[in-house]
């Protein structure tokens, strides 16, 4: 009971859009937050931050790959800054990072999980899933990553799993390669320590995303059943 009233609360507070899902598109039916990823040729000048926004701005990748990166903060779903071309700032109007990126806010997804990356908790979110698609060019695709900055040096580590983004009229889940981080901790590239978001207070988890002339992701948070 108390699990259900958190996330009811969660979304009401989100400002979330209530729409029926499409017949055929994949995605669940109900209430939910949407995000649009958008990409663009030219960089965008205005600041972006302040409003209720629903979008971010990332480079286009029209000629070849472009990477831009979406900081990520725990809290209400909100986007702080849209503007990936430019120095990241939070909701709270303070410096996000060392790298030009967008700041997207988020509750955490993962609560008490081991670092074991095949135990059976990651598969059950406790608050969200995130259903994603990708629409516009026929030619243009995207590759998405979540990764942690450490916020001693900038370094940055990228999970071993992306997602690969394409134009496609179906909704796919996509929710724990977009909320946990799976590391390699030796020579072998294959993951052997799952991390959530927001699990470690040294690092600033982002999402890299590498385009190469997808002109629009869309992405639904739904409430985890």
Not at 119 to 140: H, K, M, N, Q, V
Not at 207 to 215: F, I, K, M, T, V
Request: charged letters at 20%; one cysteine or more.
């Amino acid at each position: 009971m108390r699990r259900g009233l958190f996330v009811m609360v969660t979304f009401a507070l989100a400002a979330l859009v209530a729409l029926p899902a499409v017949a055929g598109n994949g995605a669940p039916s109900g209430s939910h937050y949407s995000l649009n990823i958008i990409g663009v040729e030219h960089p965008k000048t205005q600041d972006m931050t302040g409003s209720e926004r629903h979008t971010i701005f990332v480079g286009l990748g029209k000629t070849g790959t472009v990477t831009s990166y979406i900081y990520l903060r725990q809290g209400a779903f909100k986007v702080c800054d849209g503007n990936a071309f430019d120095t990241a700032w939070s909701c709270q109007g303070t410096q996000v990072g060392t790298r030009n990126g967008a700041v997207f806010q988020l509750p955490s997804n993962y609560s008490g999980c081991p670092s074991d990356p095949d135990d059976p908790c990651w598969d059950a979110p406790t608050t969200y899933e995130i259903w994603l698609r990708g629409l516009g060019s026929p030619s243009g695709s995207a590759e998405m990553t979540t990764c942690r900055e450490a916020k001693s040096d900038g370094s940055l580590e990228c999970s071993t799993e992306t997602v690969d983004i394409y134009r496609d009229t179906k909704f796919r889940n996509e929710t724990k390669k977009l909320t946990t981080v799976c590391l390699s901790t030796d020579a072998d590239p294959a993951c052997e320590v799952r991390e959530g978001i927001f699990a470690n207070n040294l690092y600033e988890y982002l999402w890299e995303y590498a385009n190469s002339g997808l002109r629009l992701a869309q992405l639904r948070f739904y409430p985890a059943i």
